[in-house]
């Protein structure tokens, strides 16, 4: 048994990653809500899963998850709040603490709204009254410092920060409009967007130092992604990570995706890429009907079945590309099963793209094929044997994530080449 551990801790020291550590996950944001509001959860064989779903997802494999903000949803249209739009900031502290109690890193979604943000709308928050972009922007800092140190109070501090969710066409509309290419848009400004996206990133480094700084589009234009980024780095090359939104029933064929990960990869070689949102159905409801897209996508049937092989498809096209280290499925919690539609549920629609049936309760096989990008068991490789991380203020969790000092949480970590045992 010495022998073993002596062999685990020489392993841990010497061996150099032949891999970088990847992240795979989802974004969880309505998982308390499905919970607290009673709904059951089953595994594949329909067995009931005790224990906590996050506890779950990590024992498929998941080591990350991604969690929305918005800065007043009691503030949202009714039709959005129906939608799922509710993560104030003391919901995402009491979530973002569960995950990084599980020993999970935590992507933070600043939304910069009072609701729904993507390339259709971008509302400014109700309470951000000014029209004048400087006064904006010194809110935008000034909100994203106090969410970042009520978060590290609350124990929830994040690993990686958005500061805006798919802002292919900028944020905080109609100052902060804006085409990718620069073009103003209306009364909107490239030159406004950037000013608020600089200021939420100057929050995030000063407050999160150790965060990495994911910048979103969505990729229903392939040029628009493009033109985003290389308009961006006129202003701004402040950030880590390009994460990108991919939905085949909106952004087309696999090989859209592939082009442009091939393009971003050769023209931001020191950018990681993170797939931060991605989803198939498993099954089609008269709602559903306009993403009835089995004639465009013959392979990719709206089954269980279907759902998994459009996901073993994307894993093998993204291990192609080296940069690419994060993928997230979006909204894997969603699951009616067991709840009083009347009075329990949790959404107005089902969206039949989570992992569960919300029919049955039942995990969907592509769950527990998610794991396939990131096999490492441990993630330990993600430790480096330098001589920097044999010094004592070098901590990493046992799978390999960089800590930016001594843990103060209960768990087994790395330090100095050897596991220590947290108590």
């Not at 995950?99 to 709204?113: E, P, R, T, V």
């Not at 996901?311 to 280290?325: E, G, R, S």
């Not at 044999?390 to 969790?397: E, F, G, K, R």
């Amino acid at each position: 048994m010495k022998k073993t551990l002596l062999l685990i801790i020489t392993l841990l020291t010497t061996t150099l990653a032949a891999t970088a550590q990847k992240f795979v996950g989802g974004d969880i944001s309505l998982l308390p809500s499905y919970e607290a509001n009673g709904a059951k959860y089953l595994d594949k064989d329909g067995k009931t899963i005790t224990g906590g779903m996050i506890n779950y997802f990590k024992a498929q494999g998941w080591n990350a998850m991604r969690v929305r903000l918005f800065v007043d949803p009691s503030k949202a249209p009714t039709d959005d709040k129906g939608e799922g739009v509710r993560q104030d900031l003391a919901y995402v502290k009491a979530l973002g603490k569960q995950i990084k109690d599980a020993g999970l890193s935590f992507m933070l979604d600043f939304h910069y709204s009072d609701t729904w943000t993507d390339p259709g709308q971008h509302s400014t928050p109700s309470a951000w009254t000014s029209s004048d972009p400087e006064v904006l922007a010194n809110t935008v800092y000034e909100y994203t410092k106090d969410c970042l140190n009520q978060l590290i109070a609350a124990g929830a501090k994040p690993d990686f920060v958005q500061p805006g969710n798919e802002i292919t066409y900028g944020m905080m509309w109609p100052t902060g409009h804006c085409y990718p290419n620069g073009g103003n848009y209306g009364t909107g400004t490239f030159a406004n967007f950037a000013k608020y996206l600089k200021a939420g990133i100057k929050a995030i480094r000063e407050v999160t130092p150790q965060a990495k700084v994911v910048i979103q589009t969505e990729m229903s234009k392939a040029v628009n992604v493009t033109n985003f980024y290389n308009t961006l780095k006129s202003y701004t090359d402040d950030y880590d990570v390009i994460g990108l939104s991919y939905y085949p029933h909106y952004h087309g064929p696999l090989t859209n995706l592939t082009s442009l990960l091939a393009t971003l990869q050769t023209t931001y070689p020191n950018k990681k890429i993170q797939l931060v949102e991605t989803g198939f159905f498993h099954n089609y409801y008269p709602e559903d009907a306009k993403f009835d897209i089995a004639s465009n996508f013959p392979t990719w049937k709206a089954t269980d079945a279907g759902q998994l092989q459009f996901t073993k498809d994307l894993i093998n096209a993204l291990k192609k590309y080296d940069n690419v280290d994060g993928l997230y499925w979006w909204f894997p919690e969603g699951n009616e099963f067991g709840l009083d539609w009347n009075t329990k549920r949790v959404t107005d629609k089902w969206y039949n793209a989570s992992l569960f049936n919300n029919q049955t309760g039942k995990a969907q096989q592509a769950l527990y094929e998610l794991k396939n990008f990131n096999p490492s068991s441990t993630g330990i490789e993600a430790v480096k044997a330098d001589a920097a991380a044999q010094q004592d203020d070098h901590w990493y969790t046992i799978d390999g994530r960089r800590l930016t000092g001594k843990p103060t949480q209960k768990g087994i970590y790395v330090n100095g080449g050897r596991k220590v045992v947290m108590k």
